[in-house]
């Protein structure tokens, strides 16, 4: 069974890196493989979404039943898709001042031999970049946001 499993520490908050992943339905605009995101359901401590894959014409999707426990866990259970077991989580830890560590973990098998050997490369490919994508998009938001105004006498 594959796994994955990364840690980066960021100068961005633990409180918007967790809305930055929490906020699958923004996928689609930063990670390129994902076509399309439905939203099944969601409450403060549960997302329940499908994401459409297609990756250089390889399309597929997996659904989550993701239990929150903000800011710091989210714990991906499947919901559908082509595994036999999908089960993961996204633990970010504030570290004061300084920003948070970011540690995402998975472990994955497909249902088939035919479906690892199509799928596998493709998979594992995302989930070996996820953590670098999600990087990448809060620095791109953090650059795209104006300075803050200085008050006049400050």
């Known amino acids: 069974m594959p796994s994955v499993a990364r ?3 960021v100068d961005h908050s633990a409180e918007s ?3 930055l992943v929490d906020g699958v339905e923004a996928y689609p605009e930063f990670l390129p493989w994902c076509s399309s995101v439905q939203v099944f359901g969601r409450t403060p401590t549960e997302t329940h979404a499908r994401i459409d894959i297609d990756f250089h014409g390889l399309k597929s999707h997996v659904a989550t039943r993701n239990r929150n426990i903000p800011p710091e866990w989210i ?3 499947l ?7 999908l089960a993961g989580h996204w633990h970010i830890r504030p570290l004061g001042t300084a920003g948070c560590a970011v540690e995402f973990a998975m472990d994955y098998a497909f249902s088939s031999r035919a479906l690892e050997s199509v799928m596998g490369p493709v998979f594992g490919h995302i989930v070996q970049t996820l953590v670098e994508r999600f990087v990448e998009r809060a620095d791109a938001l ?4 104006p ?5 006049p006498g400050a």
């Open 7 to 9: 840690k980066v520490i």
């Open 17 to 19: 890196m967790f809305a």
């Open 75 to 77: 714990h991906l259970e």
């Open 79 to 85: 919901a559908d898709g082509p595994f036999e077991r």
């Open 142 to 145: 953090r650059h795209a946001q």
């Open 147 to 151: 300075p803050p105004a200085i008050l």
